[in-house]
């Protein structure tokens, strides 16, 4: 049975990550204290220049750059508890705790876009005074946009490589902020023209951005903590079947992360097969499913005799033409 992927593209198990172990969660580390550093650049200049000149769109755009460093913080701690070995209280490791941190993410989302909407509604009533545009505006977003372009590029290329779910959400968050921050330039044009409405509904649209940015994270972080299945049944099947000796396999189930999956399966053996052979061909099967699959981290195969109706099908002798020759 052929299954949907759990995961965007970019971390479907055909990628195989380059790292495993501590060496992976280093590098995760030190891609999100690079992004971590830049988003707080990025955030104190749209913050203060918004205050300076009133510009709700460019304030919005800066707690939403500012939300993007919280996340980095949590991805951090949630990458530094997922690099723990498993112990006795977690014997299958730590690793979900880099998805959780990912999950986390939406919260600082949720968070923003109320922020973002609060400011948009006084603006809209009348409650604070229309914003003072001038160049120095334009040029703080356009730098801060050809900024975001770069970390985008850099996180998703580094989350393809080190197959990590943390990344990839904070670069799909990044990736909204380059849209978000086009919709503000596009409003101060138009307030500077002579329409100022446009600066708090250019701060709705930016929330919108936001809101199906957290969906996006929310629906991926959610099929992996629900133990959805990560490896097609049908592409394993195969790899199983290519064991001499093999009769079948069946109850296949797979769960995990992209470069975390734990397997387990059953696998028919001949029902006259001596014990130690049979236990020795699983352990063939094993080691060609993490050959073709690096990210398997464990695989339990059980044993067991093919059904009756196959057995009696594998001890039939071929037959033969009628005819004959």
């Keep these: 049975m052929a299954a949907n992927s759990p995961l965007p593209s970019a971390l479907s198990p055909a990628y195989v990550p380059s790292a495993h172990g501590p060496s992976r969660y280093a590098a995760v580390s030190a891609v999100l204290l690079r992004v971590l550093f830049l988003n707080l650049v990025v955030a104190a200049a749209k913050i203060a220049f918004g205050y300076a000149s009133g510009a709700i769109s460019i304030l919005s755009d800066g707690f939403h750059s500012l939300t993007d460093a919280g996340s980095n913080l949590v991805g951090l701690v949630g990458v530094r508890a997922a690099r723990r070995p498993p112990d006795e209280d977690h014997p299958y490791g730590h690793r979900k705790y880099e998805t959780v941190a990912a999950a986390a993410v939406t919260v600082f989302l949720l968070l923003v876009v109320l922020e973002i909407l609060r400011n948009a509604f006084n603006h809209l009533t009348g409650r604070i005074d229309p914003p003072d545009i001038t160049a120095a505006g334009f040029i ?186």
């Design 140 to 325: 703080v977003m356009a730098a801060t946009v050809v900024l975001n372009l770069w970390v985008v590029r850099y996180e998703s290329r580094e989350a393809r490589r080190l197959n990590s779910e943390v990344l990839l959400a904070d670069a799909t968050q990044t990736r909204g902020d380059v849209w978000t921050s086009l919709a503000v330039i596009v409003a101060l044009a138009g307030a500077r023209l002579g329409w100022p409405i446009l600066d708090p509904l250019a701060a709705i649209m930016v929330s919108a951005f936001i809101g199906y940015a957290g969906v996006q994270i929310a629906t991926t972080t959610t099929r992996i903590l629900s133990d959805r299945i990560v490896i097609s049944e049908t592409d394993l099947e195969g790899v199983v079947m290519s064991v001499p000796g093999v009769v079948g396999c069946h109850q296949i189930r797979t769960r995990g992360s992209a470069d975390h999956v734990f397997l387990d399966l059953h696998v028919w053996m001949p029902a006259d097969m001596p014990l130690t052979d049979a236990h020795a061909l699983s352990h063939v099967v094993k080691d060609r499913l993490m050959t073709k699959y690096p990210q398997i981290a464990d695989a339990i195969i059980h044993i067991e005799p093919p059904p009756v109706d196959r057995a009696a099908a594998q001890s039939q002798p071929p037959t033969t033409n009628s005819q004959g020759t």
